[in-house]
């Protein structure tokens, strides 16, 4: 659904997100990443469990939340990826009580 408009273009740093080891370019945010590597949902509500996406990508609407290097409630649009990062979907309010 997402791709990029430009190939990568400058430095990149690999991350792995739910598992797979991907190259992206270095300062792209977590949820950029996740997005154009067709996670397809980066969390779950804590109610329904029903799949959620970023939507608004600006640090307002917190459907990003994601488990970034083991912590939970992460908002993947505010937060740039960094080298041997680790990406996780956020299952209901994260965390082990998830
Ligand atoms: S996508 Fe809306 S807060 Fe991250």
Same mark, same amino acid.
């Given at each position: *659904?997402?791709?990029? =408009?430009?190939?990568?273009?400058?430095?990149?740093?690999? +991350?792995? +997100?739910?598992? $797979? @080891?991907?190259?992206?370019? %270095?300062?792209?945010?977590? !949820?950029?990443? $996740? =997005?154009?590597?067709? =996670? /397809?949902?980066?969390?779950?509500?804590?109610?329904? /469990?029903?799949?959620?996406?970023?939507? &608004?990508? *600006?640090?307002? &609407?917190? %459907?990003?939340? *994601?488990?970034? @290097?083991?912590?939970?409630? #992460? #908002?993947? &649009?505010?937060? #740039?990826?960094? !080298? /041997?990062?680790?990406?996780?979907? #956020?299952?209901?309010?994260?965390?082990?009580? !998830?």
């Amino acid at each position: *659904m997402f791709k990029r =408009l430009n190939e990568i273009e400058g430095p990149t740093v690999t +991350i792995n +997100i739910e598992g $797979a @080891d991907v190259q992206v370019p %270095e300062g792209e945010t977590v !949820a950029a990443a $996740a =997005l154009v590597h067709h =996670l /397809g949902y980066t969390r779950t509500t804590s109610l329904s /469990g029903a799949p959620r996406s970023p939507l &608004c990508m *600006m640090g307002v &609407c917190f %459907e990003c939340l *994601m488990e970034v @290097d083991g912590s939970p409630n #992460q #908002q993947a &649009c505010q937060v #740039q990826v960094k !080298a /041997g990062m680790t990406i996780r979907r #956020q299952q209901g309010v994260g965390g082990t009580d !998830a």
